[in-house]
Every structure is written in structure tokens, then in C-alpha cells.
């Protein structure tokens, strides 16, 4: 049985949680499966763009319960969790989470993760981890920098599920579709991040995770410097002659059946 099925469009490599039946829970080989997959897709220099979606009703139920209680299974470790977490986020490429079902416990970690997350608006969230016994503790490193205060502390502790208009209402996500959008959303997403050239977009993406942890005089310093290497980049210089002549980009990618919104710009 494949827990994770992987597959590349062009420049696209998608990342698919397969385990239906376990409803695609974070068993120790699932983790392991995504650790090898994310850490190929980063190690590819022809991937430009990461979507992780799923198959089944269920996008991740979060722990493999039966692996944790098993004698002989083999559970999910939070190290392992911790350490998907930390590739993701330090990944100097965007990830993309196509959420085709609900999001449970650490799922909910998983998909909050994501640099960018579309999710049916029919599925459901859930931080459940208290009416096991347990608490929402590796995720909520990941979902505690996207949600106001008051509101984690009141799904963390009554641990009700909630819909994924609220999911995007309180950051987790950032938007939820119909059935009948969910795909060309999706494909508008990465066709956006196909025209932004690379370098720019692990810059724009490291920026959101180390300008708040700096003080403001080491942040200007650091940000001014980080901004003129760009500025003197051969890329830039491509990307500034191709904006003044309405042309596109050399790094520009189409992908699916969309258009990327800079194509509405011209």
C-alpha cells in the first residue's frame, strides 16, 4: 500500500496523503513517507512548487490512534511531526495545501503549515486533542502564530469541531470553496506563485518567519541588505525589463487550466 503518492507537472510536484482507510492519519510511516517526499521535492531543482491535497473525505485525521495504542504498531512520533513542521516552514519553496476533506488534530497543524491553503468549504476542523486525553502541543507552534489568543484557547480547550469558513475567518487557512471552484482556486494559486521568480519567492517566504523574531534595528539592517542583493540580481534586472515591456518574465509558468492573475495586470 503507497501512503503517499507523488507526481510532477512540470514545475508542479504534487504530494498526495493516499491512506484512506486510516483516514490518513500521521502513523510513523506516514510521516516517514512525507519527510522522503518533501525532502525530494526541495531537493529537485526543477520543482518550483509544492501542493500537498489528499485522497478520501479526509485530508488528515492526525494521529494514528491504533499505532498508539498498539503493542506492535508503530506509532507517531511528535519528532516527527515537529521535524515535517520545520521542513515545511524552512523550505525555501511555496507550499500549497489542497484540502479535499476534513482537517482533525494534527491535521489541522498540517494544513496551517502550508504557505497557502484552499480547503472545500464542506469540510471540517477540529483541535480534539483534549477529549483524548492529550493536548494540541507540536501544532500549536504552527497554528498559535495564526490565530489571535482568545480564540486558540477557547478550540484548544473545548476541542469542537468548526467549519472551514472558520477555519479561514481565524487564519488556519486562508480560504475556503465550493466544490464547484475548489480546483480552479487551487490552479490560480500556483499559476500566481509560477510568476514569481524564485530566489524573490524564498526571500518573501523566509521574510514571514524571521522579520518578527528580529528587533527593528537589526530587521532594517538585515532587510535593507537582503533587498539589495535582489535589487543587483540578474533575475531582477529580467523582471524589471520585462514589467516596463509589458512582457512576461523568463521564470512566468502556466499551470492547469488557469491563468496567473499578472496575466490580468497587462
Known amino acids: 500500500m503507497t501512503l503517499v503518492d ?7 510536484r504534487t504530494i498526495t ?3 484512506v482507510a486510516r483516514r490518513n492519519a ?3 510511516d506516514m510521516l516517514d513517507a512525507l519527510l522522503g517526499a518533501v525532502g525530494a521535492a526541495d531537493s529537485d531543482p526543477n520543482v518550483r512548487v509544492v501542493v500537498v491535497t489528499n485522497q478520501g473525505p479526509v485530508f488528515c485525521a492526525g494521529a494514528d490512534l491504533k499505532g498508539v495504542t498498539s503493542k506492535s504498531g508503530a506509532p507517531s512520533s511528535p519528532r516527527g511531526l515537529a521535524e515535517l513542521f520545520q521542513r515545511i516552514r524552512h523550505s525555501p519553496k511555496p507550499y500549497v495545501g489542497r484540502l479535499a476533506g476534513h482537517c482533525v488534530a494534527g491535521g489541522v497543524g498540517l494544513a496551517a503549515v502550508m504557505d497557502v491553503s484552499v480547503a472545500l468549504d464542506s469540510a471540517h476542523f477540529g483541535f480534539t486533542e483534549v477529549r483524548l486525553g492529550v493536548a494540541p502541543a507540536v501544532i500549536s507552534v504552527v497554528c498559535l502564530e495564526k490565530m489571535r489568543p482568545g480564540d486558540a484557547r477557547e478550540l484548544f480547550l473545548r476541542g469542537e469541531r468548526f467549519s472551514a469558513l472558520r477555519a479561514a475567518q481565524l487564519g488556519l487557512i486562508t480560504r ?6 475548489f480546483d480552479a482556486v487551487v490552479e490560480d494559486v500556483v ?3 509560477l510568476a514569481g521568480e524564485p530566489n524573490a519567492l524564498a526571500l518573501a517566504k523566509r521574510l514571514t518567519y524571521v522579520v518578527p523574531t528580529m528587533g527593528e534595528s537589526e530587521a532594517f539592517r538585515e532587510t535593507t541588505r537582503w533587498s539589495a542583493e535582489l535589487f543587483a540580481s540578474e533575475s531582477a534586472a529580467q523582471g524589471i525589463a520585462a514589467a516596463l515591456s509589458k512582457q512576461r518574465a523568463p521564470w512566468v509558468e502556466t499551470y492547469g487550466g488557469a491563468k496567473s492573475s499578472i496575466e490580468d495586470e497587462r
Do not use: P, Y
Open 191 to 193: 499559476n500566481d506563485l
Open 26 to 28: 500521521l502513523s510513523r
Open 176 to 181: 475556503a470553496e465550493s466544490s464547484e471552484r
Open 6 to 12: 507523488v507526481s510532477t507537472d512540470r514545475s508542479v
Open 17 to 19: 496523503l493516499s491512506d
